[in-house]
């Protein structure tokens, strides 16, 4: 670990030792919060993948029922798939269940309404990914079943560094035709609440350093590095923490 990921680490755990120390929200400030960061989340997960629907229109869909005009269908049933896997994820939280294949499968299932035929089933084609040639939809059951038994992980390892590592794997196997980066956010942010840190936003504004850290394990120079995304994804947990933490 380098020292800069050191740092960052150490700072993301006094900030959330700071957050337990202080007393809960107020109710209707934790309700404001959780809404606030939902519809946040799920805007930015969506746009990340091309959904054309902005914040606001995403909130009248998900209290109000409305269709915007102009947007299409498929954008739409994106917003209601994507919000209904983030509740089971919210179970998932709150049985700490362990997050294995049929876990994510399951979230697939309710992301994909659009495309029940295809939802919650490993491809069985293989594709091309930005230049990158995902693991061979053969060995994607096998590979599944290394990524959640730990095959790899030092048990000893960082909660931050392994759920990186996790979400870097997890987006490598590329299990699925569609879905996989919506997936693997909502499996990051899971393991995250799992671990005592606020889930995340990957947010639009960071697609560019997000599809970085994401290559860098792609190993086409012969050199897959996972620390990128390990360093990304902990600047997010600190930012969170930091928003929590002024609402204190």
């Known amino acids: 670990m380098t020292k800069e990921l050191d740092v960052l680490i150490h700072e993301a755990d006094e900030k959330k030792a700071q957050l337990t120390a202080k007393p809960p929200l107020a109710p209707d400030v934790e309700d404001a919060q959780q809404e606030r960061f939902l519809f946040a989340d799920i805007y930015n997960s969506l746009a990340i993948e091309g959904n054309a629907l902005s914040e606001e229109e995403i909130k009248r869909v998900l209290t109000q029922d409305e269709v915007v005009p102009g947007k299409p269908l498929s954008d739409h049933l994106g917003v209601v798939g ?23 499968r399951k979230l697939h299932f309710k992301l994909l309404i659009a495309h ?39 048990e000893d390892e960082h ?17 699925f035709g569609d879905g996989n980066g919506r997936v693997g956010r909502l ?40 620390e990128p995304m390990q360093l990304f994804l902990t600047t997010l947990v600190i930012k969170q923490l930091d928003t929590l933490l002024e609402l204190t």
């Open 159 to 175: 909660p931050l560094k392994s759920i990186a590592f996790f979400h870097l794997r997890l987006e490598k196997i590329h299990p």
């Open 82 to 104: 994507y919000r209904d896997a983030i509740i089971e994820t919210r179970e998932y939280v709150s049985r700490d269940t362990r997050i294995t294949e049929h876990e994510i």
């Open 187 to 226: 499996v990051v942010n899971t393991m995250l609440a799992q671990a005592g840190y606020p889930p995340i936003i990957f947010e639009l504004e960071q697609k560019q350093h997000y599809y970085q850290a994401l290559e860098a394990y792609d190993g086409l120079n012969g050199n897959p590095r996972v």
């Open 116 to 154: 029940q035929q295809a939802s919650g089933q490993y491809r069985n084609y293989n594709l091309m990914i930005r230049g990158h040639r995902p693991t061979s939809y053969e060995k994607i059951p096998y590979k599944m079943v290394q990524l959640v038994d730990g095959a790899g992980n030092p």
